[in-house]
């Protein structure tokens, strides 16, 4: 039972089978879309039915790609809390999945499908969490996972790939050369390419993020959602799931406005934003403390910057310093955020400040993880 | 609103009134227990209803301490997934908690209603995750939390309590000594003693997970729960749960058979069990890898030895050497487990290998915590 009708590629427009392994666009290398025959999800299955089923992110099945659900992986991922900082400000607290960080969404997902076409062993590279969750949920499934990561990624991250039986390459650089890495692997072992977007089906599960926000806020969108860029998926994944929502006419009205914030060390979306570019440039010497937005280029840039401008978001970035301001506020009201998540309240602030935001808009900020797995983070934001 | 109708003392039987500030009974110096009007509870408020709210611990309100909805400090503590580890054995996943364990519960309650009677500064010793998640909830509902704990805990523990603000004391010694250490700091200061089951209410949170099991079972009894007892709060808590949930007549049948497992290198509750003891002797040098179990005399020592006696359950104890290979054993399946959580595996395997249990049995375990607040007790698991 499946609701997809084809994969496509938003680059060129070429259009694939629903079934059969993909990875790019043969026609020309761009990131893959899941398509779904929208009228039927429509005739299937209403948010009232919705509401009855489990609180875990599968409940959104029609609007997912796993064809037979007994082979969804699941670990109780997704279905997180919405909790109010302020009557107008609600943060979306990922750290409450599997890992510890929303990258469980899109290894559950991407993990499921995997094992539903029959594939063994996947290779990723990762600034760390995905790499985590990967090895978690592949473990799960009796999937190998080779994972490439930057030996400087945080220490949470290499043991959890270890302890849960990856195949981990500790790579002398950032996400970038990791990738370099995998290609090679892949190319010598046959392995699945299972890093962002070169798989069309991470993404899915990212997209239930948006689902969530728009149930738990009453079928209701909200004016912005705020969004800690490195590769984009998540932010890419909103705005698919709020535009499937409003098409099968669960929700209406605007779409919020959706806005990205980078650290200010790697910032290539802001930067294009701002030039008006539609894909960013590689940031060279890309450094911050919130290891996950150490992405220096990411494959889905045009997509994000689409995003941002067809919904009248921005792109902003916020200082080390900032986001370790940002984390012990945060935990002074008792929330556990990463870095990458700290950042949204800096980006919040600001635009508050700047009047680009009012105190009257209602904001989703996006913890994107637990600080609990950045001990180091935790220890500077102290000092 | 409450359906609170009175505290009471299992020990000699005394009662006090439903409002005020309570500890220790009065007259003996026991633990204190809140009782509820049960028959009106079955009049408020049925199992459908329940199913029809939000997936959190609070759900299940009517059986809950808190008279004014408005003092629940609530960060999405609860409903934790309950994932088939096989046909008949299932794993009560507290990793997904708020600070990564099940703490998380007695603190939220244990808060909420320290804030409704105007409590400002709460102080407890702990052997660690109790500690973080009291310093967690406290910071949410502008509570000072004072917080003592064995030198030798976990560092993810002292880093927590001071990230969410506590004052916190490291002791050379075990919860024994911090808890003496806290005595001296009530008497002088004035501060609560939110200690275990040295006030009513963190227990009452702590049966949340009775009740969500019985839930998530379809409101169906198993034959057995395995819980790692250090305090022992949570399996007098479940026992309390499901003996509530069978008076409202939302389940029916026989309790579960409750069976608790401890470290072998601290096991008092299991030699009191062994010897048909009624309360259990202080436990020496205590020592192992699972610091939530280093606990060498609970204060509700009775009540656990009660509830094994009455439900047919035994206790039983874990090596060092068994738990992490426990551990690891689940981390290839894709499930993190604390050291305490992979014991119950431990103890489930060798009660079915004694015949005590079958693999006919359908039997709960709890896995209390995320093994990523243990970086060593992994880093062991892989040695």
């Given at each position: 039972?499946?609701?997809?009708?084809?994969?496509?590629c938003?680059?060129?427009?070429?259009?694939?089978?629903s079934?059969?392994?993909?990875?790019?666009?043969?026609?020309?290398?761009?990131?893959?879309?899941?398509?779904?025959?929208?009228?039927?999800?429509?005739?299937?299955?209403?948010?009232?039915?919705?509401?009855?089923?489990?609180?875990?992110?599968?409940r959104?099945?029609?609007?997912?790609?796993?064809?037979?659900?007994?082979?969804?992986?699941?670990?109780g991922?997704?279905?997180?809390?919405?909790?109010?900082?302020?009557?107008?400000?609600?943060?979306?607290?990922?750290?409450?999945?599997?890992t510890?960080?929303?990258?469980?969404?899109?290894?559950?997902?991407g993990?499921?499908?995997?094992?539903e076409?029959?594939?063994?062993?996947?290779?990723?590279?990762?600034?760390?969490n995905?790499?985590?969750?990967?090895?978690?949920?592949?473990?799960?499934?009796?999937?190998?996972?080779?994972?490439?990561m930057?030996?400087?990624a945080?220490?949470?991250?290499?043991?959890?790939?270890?302890?849960?039986?990856?195949?981990?390459?500790l790579?002398?650089?950032?996400?970038?050369?990791?990738?370099?890495?995998?290609?090679r692997?892949?190319?010598e072992?046959g392995?699945?390419?299972?890093?962002?977007?070169?798989e069309p089906y991470?993404i899915?599960?990212?997209?239930?993020?948006?689902?969530?926000?728009?149930e738990?806020?009453?079928?209701?969108?909200?004016?912005?959602?705020?969004?800690?860029?490195?590769?984009?998926?998540?932010?890419?994944?909103?705005?698919?799931?709020?535009l499937?929502?409003?098409?099968?006419?669960?929700?209406?009205?605007?779409?919020?406005?959706?806005?990205?914030?980078?650290?200010?060390?790697?910032?290539?979306?802001?930067?294009?934003?701002?030039?008006?570019?539609?894909?960013?440039?590689?940031?060279?010497?890309a450094?911050?403390?919130?290891?996950?937005?150490?992405?220096?280029?990411?494959?889905?840039?045009?997509?994000?910057?689409?995003?941002?401008?067809?919904t009248?978001?921005?792109?902003v970035?916020?200082?080390d310093?900032?986001?370790?301001?940002?984390?012990?506020?945060?935990?002074?009201?008792?929330i556990?955020?990463?870095?990458?998540?700290a950042?949204?309240?800096?980006?919040?602030?600001?635009?508050?400040?700047?009047?680009?935001l009012t105190?009257?808009?209602?904001?989703?900020?996006?913890?994107?993880?637990?600080?609990?797995?950045?001990?180091?983070?935790?220890?500077?934001?102290?000092r």
């Amino acid at each position: 039972m499946t609701f997809v009708s084809h994969v496509s590629c938003p680059q060129c427009g070429a259009t694939y089978g629903s079934e059969g392994v993909h990875n790019l666009c043969e026609a020309c290398s761009g990131p893959l879309l899941v398509d779904y025959d929208l009228d039927r999800v429509r005739g299937a299955v209403t948010k009232e039915a919705v509401a009855q089923r489990a609180a875990s992110m599968w409940r959104y099945r029609e609007l997912l790609p796993v064809r037979d659900e007994s082979h969804v992986v699941t670990l109780g991922e997704g279905f997180t809390p919405l909790i109010p900082l302020s009557e107008r400000l609600l943060l979306k607290d990922e750290g409450l999945n599997p890992t510890g960080t929303f990258k469980a969404r899109g290894a559950s997902c991407g993990i499921s499908r995997a094992r539903e076409l029959g594939i063994k062993e996947v290779a990723l590279p990762t600034a760390g969490n995905a790499g985590g969750a990967w090895a978690c949920y592949g473990a799960a499934a009796g999937i190998r996972v080779h994972v490439a990561m930057p030996s400087d990624a945080p220490e949470a991250n290499k043991l959890e790939c270890l302890y849960y039986g990856a195949d981990l390459e500790l790579v002398d650089g950032l996400i970038s050369d990791a990738a370099a890495l995998v290609t090679r692997g892949i190319a010598e072992h046959g392995w699945f390419d299972a890093a962002t977007l070169k798989e069309p089906y991470r993404i899915e599960g990212k997209k239930t993020l948006g689902f969530e926000i728009a149930e738990q806020l009453g079928w209701e969108m909200p004016d912005a959602i705020i969004y800690p860029a490195g590769g984009g998926v998540g932010i890419i994944g909103i705005w698919r799931a709020l535009l499937q929502l409003r098409d099968i006419d669960w929700v209406t009205g605007d779409l919020p406005r959706l806005i990205v914030v980078q650290a200010a060390g790697c910032a290539p979306l802001v930067k294009a934003f701002d030039e008006g570019a539609e894909v960013s440039e590689f940031w060279p010497r890309a450094e911050t403390i919130a290891a996950g937005l150490r992405v220096p280029k990411a494959l889905g840039d045009f997509l994000v910057l689409r995003a941002m401008r067809e919904t009248g978001g921005v792109a902003v970035s916020a200082t080390d310093s900032e986001i370790l301001g940002a984390m012990l506020h945060l935990a002074k009201g008792g929330i556990s955020a990463a870095p990458e998540g700290a950042a949204t309240l800096v980006a919040y602030e600001n635009l508050v400040q700047a009047g680009v935001l009012t105190s009257r808009d209602r904001v989703v900020i996006i913890n994107t993880g637990s600080a609990q797995k950045y001990p180091d983070a935790m220890r500077a934001a102290l000092r």
